[in-house]
């Protein structure tokens, strides 16, 4: 019982602490000063870490070990779904018409391989700044709760999903109506969390997660930032999660992963 309180009172204190961090980054960037950025993705490591050193928490269950010998087949997983869901959706696009290429393939494809490289450390280093919190927090304090899978994942989707807010409204990230963003968002990054806290779950570390974090912030920075393609409806088509394609693919991926195994823990 006495676990239990602690560890109920440390995830409030963590949502608390990685809000109050996201505000606070959120009014720094709209005031013009770019380090906002930096306090508002640093929350969940910095929560984190504090926690577990100075709130009973211990680092037993973070997943830091690599685990590559037991993992490796879920670390390949997590280095090739994003590329394949994202492939499947610019190809939904064209396909529709909706998403069109700035050139040939021939040509947009070093350009994008050069962005890649020059992208995937800075980005998948700040993947880890979140995924150390979510998925290496608040993920595993709920499984010593005894929470079940799926109420695990979308809880920590909602606390994740939200955290973005101040960060969105203080930049320009949000080009369609506000009142259609954030309740498809809400639902993308919810479906999300329930792939990527099954990935932490059978993987059994975080950095298959902090893997497939940096490779989405890779590829969705190169193709977004180096204008390789066109997007004419970002409701329906665009490659991140808030999309409709996006919303319906990855809902696919997070209900393989669910009932994959949990028809595999029930035989």
Same mark, same amino acid.
């Given at each position: /019982?006495e676990q239990?309180?602690?560890?109920?009172?440390?995830?409030?204190?963590?949502?608390? !602490?990685?809000?109050?961090?996201?505000?606070?980054?959120?009014?720094?960037?709209?005031?013009?000063?770019?380090?906002?950025?930096?306090?508002?993705?640093?929350?969940?490591?910095?929560? /984190?870490?504090? %926690?577990?050193? *100075?709130?009973?928490?211990?680092?037993r269950d973070? !997943?830091?070990?690599?685990?590559?010998?037991?993992?490796?087949?879920?670390?390949?997983?997590s280095?090739?779904?994003?590329?394949?869901?994202?492939?499947?959706?610019?190809?939904? !696009?064209?396909?529709?018409g909706?998403t069109? @290429?700035?050139?040939?393939?021939?040509?947009?494809?070093?350009?994008?391989?050069?962005?890649f490289?020059?992208q995937?450390?800075?980005?998948?280093?700040?993947?880890?700044f979140?995924?150390?919190?979510?998925?290496g927090?608040?993920?595993?304090?709920?499984?010593?709760?005894?929470?079940?899978? %799926?109420?695990?994942?979308?809880?920590?989707? %909602?606390i994740?999903?939200i955290w973005?807010?101040?960060?969105?409204?203080?930049?320009?990230?949000?080009d369609?109506?506000?009142?259609?963003?954030?309740?498809?968002?809400?639902?993308?990054? %919810?479906?999300?969390a329930?792939v990527y806290?099954?990935?932490r779950?059978?993987?059994?570390?975080?950095?298959?997660?902090v893997?497939?974090?940096g490779?989405?912030?890779?590829i969705?920075?190169?193709v977004n930032?180096?204008?390789?393609?066109?997007?004419?409806?970002?409701?329906?088509?665009?490659?991140?999660?808030e999309?409709?394609?996006?919303? /319906?693919?990855?809902?696919?991926?997070?209900?393989? @992963?669910?009932?994959? *195994?949990?028809?595999?823990?029930?035989?």
């Amino acid at each position: /019982m006495e676990q239990n309180y602690r560890i109920k009172r440390n995830i409030l204190i963590y949502i608390i !602490g990685v809000y109050s961090l996201s505000i606070t980054g959120g009014l720094i960037t709209a005031g013009g000063n770019g380090a906002g950025g930096l306090v508002f993705i640093t929350g969940p490591i910095i929560m /984190m870490v504090l %926690l577990r050193l *100075f709130g009973g928490d211990g680092w037993r269950d973070a !997943g830091l070990k690599l685990n590559l010998k037991r993992s490796w087949g879920w670390y390949l997983f997590s280095l090739l779904l994003f590329p394949v869901i994202f492939t499947i959706i610019i190809s939904l !696009g064209i396909i529709s018409g909706i998403t069109t @290429l700035n050139g040939s393939p021939a040509s947009l494809l070093p350009l994008f391989l050069t962005g890649f490289v020059a992208q995937l450390i800075p980005r998948t280093f700040f993947a880890m700044f979140e995924e150390w919190g979510w998925r290496g927090y608040l993920e595993p304090r709920l499984v010593t709760l005894g929470i079940p899978d %799926l109420k695990r994942h979308l809880f920590v989707g %909602l606390i994740w999903a939200i955290w973005h807010f101040p960060f969105f409204l203080s930049t320009n990230y949000i080009d369609i109506d506000y009142r259609i963003f954030f309740p498809m968002f809400i639902i993308g990054v %919810l479906i999300l969390a329930v792939v990527y806290g099954q990935i932490r779950k059978k993987s059994n570390t975080v950095w298959s997660v902090v893997l497939l974090h940096g490779i989405s912030n890779t590829i969705a920075w190169v193709v977004n930032d180096t204008n390789l393609i066109n997007i004419n409806n970002k409701v329906l088509a665009n490659i991140t999660p808030e999309s409709v394609f996006g919303i /319906m693919l990855w809902g696919l991926v997070a209900w393989y @992963l669910l009932t994959r *195994f949990s028809k595999a823990s029930n035989q």
